[in-house]
T-cell receptor
Framework: AQSVTQPDIHITVSEGASLELRCNYS??????LFWYVQSPGQGLQLLLK??????LVQGIKGFEAEFKRSQSSFNLRKPSVHWSDAAEYFC???????????????FGGGTRVLVKP | DTEVTQTPKHLVMGMTNKKSLKCEQH?????MYWYKQKAKKPPELMFV???????INESVPSRFSPECPNSSLLNLHLHALQPEDSALYLC??????????FGSGTRLTVV
């Protein structure tokens, strides 16, 4: 069974400082990995995804993530945080290949990011 | 069109009511999903439709009844809900070589 762990429930960071959110996954094969962001009362917005190839993935809003197979990790980073980055962040894992069209996406518990002025 | 559209955005219903949530996408995605999200929790999968057929039902109570009339539409019919069913209901769609696109959700309150 696939699973995702986000060890940090809350992270507080100063505006302009760097941010790293941790994500560890468990999956029997090569996974699809995603990071989503959710503002209060809103839906989920895709920040970036990893399917294959280059293990450093660039996303929207200046975010990037690195896939490390040996550590089963897919950590999210941003060099300089803006106040608008305050939100809930979810890491998720899904199945690769054609089965992904109709397979479940499993989410981690989420990390709430607070940005101090 | 790269969006998943959900209606209504907010819904308040009594425990004896029947209502429906609607979801629409025109990205040609052949898989569509319903997720339920309680406050301060991650989304939890309810149903998966693949090529208009129900492929996964995560042991959801029968008071929730999904329907996929065609490849662009996904409905969730609600009947005799309980207050604990109050949540944000998210629809998503996907295809094999791409990610999942989520709608903005329907905020459901059962009174």
């Amino acid at each position: 069974a696939q699973s995702v762990t986000q060890p940090d429930i809350h992270i507080t960071v100063s505006e302009g400082a760097s941010l790293e959110l941790r994500c560890n996954y468990s999956y029997g094969a090569t996974p699809y990995l995603f990071w989503y962001v959710q503002s209060p009362g809103q839906g989920l917005q895709l920040l970036l995804k990893y399917f294959s190839g280059d293990t450093l993935v660039q996303g929207i809003k200046g975010f990037e993530a690195e896939f490390k197979r040996s550590q089963s990790s897919f950590n999210l980073r941003k060099p300089s945080v803006h106040w608008s980055d305050a939100a809930e962040y979810f890491c998720a894992v899904g199945a690769q290949g054609l089965k992904a069209a109709g397979n479940k996406l499993t989410f981690g518990g989420g990390t709430r990011v607070l940005v101090k002025p | 069109d790269t969006e998943v559209t959900q209606t209504p955005k907010h819904l308040v219903m009594g425990m004896t009511n029947k209502k429906s949530l609607k979801c629409e996408q025109h990205m040609g995605h052949r898989a569509m999903y319903w997720y339920k999200q309680k406050a301060k929790k991650p989304p939890e999968l309810m149903f998966v439709y693949s090529y208009e057929k129900l492929s996964i039902n995560e042991s959801v109570p029968s008071r929730f009844s999904p329907e996929c009339p065609n490849s662009s539409l996904l409905n969730l019919h609600l009947h005799a809900l309980q207050p604990e069913d109050s949540a944000l209901y998210l629809c998503a769609s996907s295809r094999a070589d791409d990610g999942y696109t989520f709608g903005s959700g329907t905020r459901l309150t059962v009174v």
